[in-house]
C-alpha cells in the first residue's frame, strides 16, 4: 500500500470522515471540537447545508467552464456581490484558487502597474509555499530552506512585534517605521519599490496583530513614493477577527486585497481586488489560470456570503472571540510557560516560552497533542513553532467555546 510522503507533517493523526459544524468525527466515530477549520477556512462551519445545497445544485448545471472562453453566472454574481463588501475603489477583481496563486497575481500586477522591480515584506510575514511567495515569506526557515536561488528583488523590513522585541507597542511601531525608512534608503529605493505587501495580524508569524499607527505609516510611505499597499487578507478576510476584514481593525486602506481560505468554506477559491486604474496596467494574459473561478467554488462561495450575512458570523466572531481569549487568559493566569494569550477575533495564539524566556515548541507541541487526544484539535504556529493557535469556525457557539476552554485547561494541565 503507498504510503504518505515523510515531508508531508501530520499535526494530530486523525483521519477526518464526516464534519458538522465546528465537530468532525473520525472513522471509528470518534468526535472532536475542531478549532482549526481546515486552517482557517470553513468559517461557515463543516458542511454548511447553504454551502452543500449550493455547490450540489451547481455540479448537476456547470462545474467548470473557463472565464476567459465563456462566463458563468455564479462568478458574475460573486463580482457583484464581492463590490459590496470590499474596500471602497477595490472594483476589480482576479480569481484563482489558493493564497499563493493570488500572491503571485498581486506581485504581477504591482510590478507591471509600477515598472518596478523591488517589494518590501514584513519580518514574520507567511505569503505562501510557491516559489515568489516563498521569497516573501519570513515566517519560518523551513518555508525558504533549501530552495534557493529564491527570487530576487524582496527586501525584508521589521514588523511592529511588541512581544519579539520586549517592547510597547508604541516602541516596536516607531522602530518598525524607522526601519522601513532606512530600507528605504539603503536597500530597495522608492524608484525601485513597487509594492509593500503585509499582514493586518501575522498568522504562520504567531498571531501578531499590527496596529492602526504602522497602517497609516505605511499608507504614508506608499502615498509618498507611488509605491502599492498590498494586503494579505487571506487568513484574516471573511469575518476571522472580528470584522469583515482584517485591515479594517487598523483603516488598512489597501491598493490591492488578496484574499482566499474563508471565502468558499472550504472549495478552492482564491482572488485580488484592485482598482480598475490599477488592474487595467496588467498585461491581458499577464493574470489567468486553467482552474480560476470554478464554478462551484463561485456558487460555494456566494452561499458563503449569505451564511455570513444571514447569521451574523462577523458579530459572532468578535463576540465568541472576547469569550475564548479571557477563558485562556484564564488558564494562561496559572501557568506561566503561557507567556501571551492574543489575537482579534476568531484567531488566537498561546505563545509558550521556557524559564528563560525561550520560544518553547516542544511544550506547545506537547499540549497540542494532548489536547487532541482528549478531543480538541488545534495548530500551532511561530517561527519556532511556539504559540498554539484557536481558528474555529465562525459558526461556534458559547457552549463550544467553553468546551474546547475545559479541555484546554485539562490538556495544559496534564502536561505542564
Ligand atoms: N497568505 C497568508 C496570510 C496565509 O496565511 C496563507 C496560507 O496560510 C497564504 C498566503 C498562502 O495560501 P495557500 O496555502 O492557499 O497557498
Known sequence: ???????????????????????????????????????????????????????????????HAQYTTVMHRPLLTLVDRLGGVLPRGLDRMFFANSGSEAIEAALRLTRQATGRPNVIVFHGGFHGRTVAAASMTTSGTKFRSGFSPLMSGVHVSPFPDPGHFGWPVEQATDFALS????????????ADTAAFFVEPVLGEGGYVPANERFFAGLRERADAHGILLVVDEVQTGFGRTGKFWGGDHFGSRPDVLVTAKGLASGFPLSAIAASSELMEKAWPGSQGGTYGANAVACAAALATLDVIEDEGLVQNSADRGTQLKQALQL??????????????????????????????????TAVQQEAARRGLLLLTCGAWGQVVRFIPALVVTPDEIDEAAGLWSDAVTAVL
Open 331 to 364: 488558564v494562561a493566569d496559572k501557568h506561566e510557560q503561557i507567556t501571551d494569550v492574543r489575537g482579534l477575533g476568531l484567531m488566537i495564539g498561546n505563545e509558550f516560552r521556557d524559564a528563560d524566556g525561550k520560544p518553547d515548541p516542544v511544550t506547545a
Open 179 to 190: 526601519q522601513l525608512d532606512y530600507v528605504l534608503q539603503t536597500l530597495s529605493t522608492p
Open 1 to 63: 500500500m503507498a504510503e504518505l510522503s515523510q515531508i508531508l507533517k501530520q499535526a494530530t493523526g486523525v483521519v477526518a470522515a464526516r464534519g458538522v459544524g465546528v465537530q468532525l468525527f473520525d472513522e471509528d466515530d470518534r468526535r472532536y471540537l475542531d478549532f482549526t477549520a481546515g486552517i482557517g477556512v470553513t468559517s461557515t462551519g463543516h458542511c454548511h447545508p447553504r454551502v452543500v445545497a449550493a455547490a450540489q445544485e451547481q455540479v448537476g448545471k456547470i462545474i
